[in-house]
């Protein structure tokens, strides 16, 4: 009996560390898209990821906020488009 409770614990120690490390660390980006010029929120408007596969996007709420969940860490650019608008890159 002892002999199993060894195992189990010698296994907990060595095994289980691994598996929490083998989760990819992510981050959530969040932001409000407005005019430039009048600062009104721009609904609708699509927040691109770029360099993701597959591609990582939505669209901004009535307020003009949006939010993008489970990205992976690191800088990354954003695309955000709106009809009659300019396209417009956010780097880093």
Same mark, same amino acid.
């Given at each position: ?6 195992? @189990?614990?010698? @296994? ?53 906020? @949006? ?26």
């Amino acid at each position: 009996r002892m002999i199993i409770r060894l195992f @189990f614990l010698s @296994f907990c120690l060595c095994v289980l560390p691994l598996m929490t490390m083998s989760q990819s660390l992510t981050q959530t980006i969040r932001g409000t898209v407005v005019d430039r010029v009048s600062q009104t929120p721009l609904p609708g408007s699509s927040v691109i990821l770029l360099g993701t596969d597959p591609l990582v996007g939505t669209t901004t709420d009535p307020e003009g906020n @949006f939010k993008l969940t489970q990205v992976p860490i690191g800088s990354h650019t954003i695309r955000i488009t709106f009809i009659g608008y300019k396209d417009m890159m956010l780097p880093n």
